[in-house]
């Protein structure tokens, strides 16, 4: 099982919302923060026809979740779609489902409409959605037991010290401009190098950096004294998850 809770809100909005646009086949759109009217995401329609809520629950209990959408009831009713979508983090029962289905009869017209962890796990697990794993690489790099540090012995405790706060800082982490511009510049050019002031970033990017390519398979080799004549032996970061 992938661990949601390390994505923010927003994080999982936008993997629901590429989850749902495969499923359905539809384009699909995403807005800003702020108060949304009871709309998450929605179809190019207007008034839109597709309406999808995401609820961000991993962690939470089922009641907190069913209470939260009880109160989506009105708004849902005031865009009148043909179909409602609801996205979560929780995992549901099957009568969880159609209690959520009952809430909306008008509009959830089965069980499939209402989404869970689960239905998110198995779709992530397909190999044509391994895309998507990677895209969103904070959900296994971060889970416990999904890095494993394998290669030479010898170098074990090295890529540990390399790794020591990669979870607190993955977890923490949305992605930047800079960042991004920093991954194609490696991508395009094969080499960079990142300067700036103390405290503006640097190692922070410099380690999602290496979580993102070692998610493409790469090994890693590093120094710790500012010498490249004694670079360390080849570290590999592989997730499990991957197939």
Not at 75 to 88: I, Q
Not at 107 to 135: A, C, R, T, W
Not at 173 to 193: C, G, M, P
Request: charged share 25%; glycine share 4%.
């Amino acid at each position: 099982m992938f661990d949601l809770l390390n994505l923010n809100d927003y994080e999982f909005e936008v993997m629901c919302r590429d989850i749902m646009q495969k499923r359905l086949n539809t384009e699909l759109y995403l807005f800003s923060r702020g108060v949304d009217k009871g709309i998450d995401i929605c179809d190019k329609s207007s008034p839109p026809t597709v309406l999808i809520q995401v609820k961000h629950y991993a962690g939470s209990t089922y009641s907190h979740l069913k209470s939260a959408l009880t109160k989506e009831v009105g708004k849902v009713t005031g865009h009148n779609p043909k179909n409602y979508y609801v996205c979560t983090s929780l995992s549901l029962t099957r009568n969880n489902k159609i209690e959520i289905m009952n809430t909306f009869p008008e509009y959830i017209h089965d069980i499939s409409h209402v989404v869970d962890k689960n239905d998110i796990n198995g779709f992530l697990e397909e190999p044509e959605n391994k895309d998507m794993v990677q895209k969103n690489y904070k959900l296994w790099l971060c889970a416990s037991n999904v890095l494993a540090l394998i290669n030479n012995h010898n170098v074990f405790i090295d890529c540990a010290e390399l790794m020591s706060d990669i979870e607190a800082r993955a977890k923490l982490f949305v992605e930047t401009q800079a960042y991004r511009d920093a991954r194609k510049k490696l991508s395009d050019d094969r080499i960079i190098i990142i300067v700036g002031a103390p405290g503006v970033g640097k190692s922070t990017v410099s380690k999602m950096l290496l979580l993102f390519f070692a998610s493409k398979d790469y090994s890693v080799r590093y120094v710790s004294n500012n010498s490249i004549a004694e670079v360390k032996n080849p570290c590999r970061l592989i997730p499990t998850r991957r197939r």
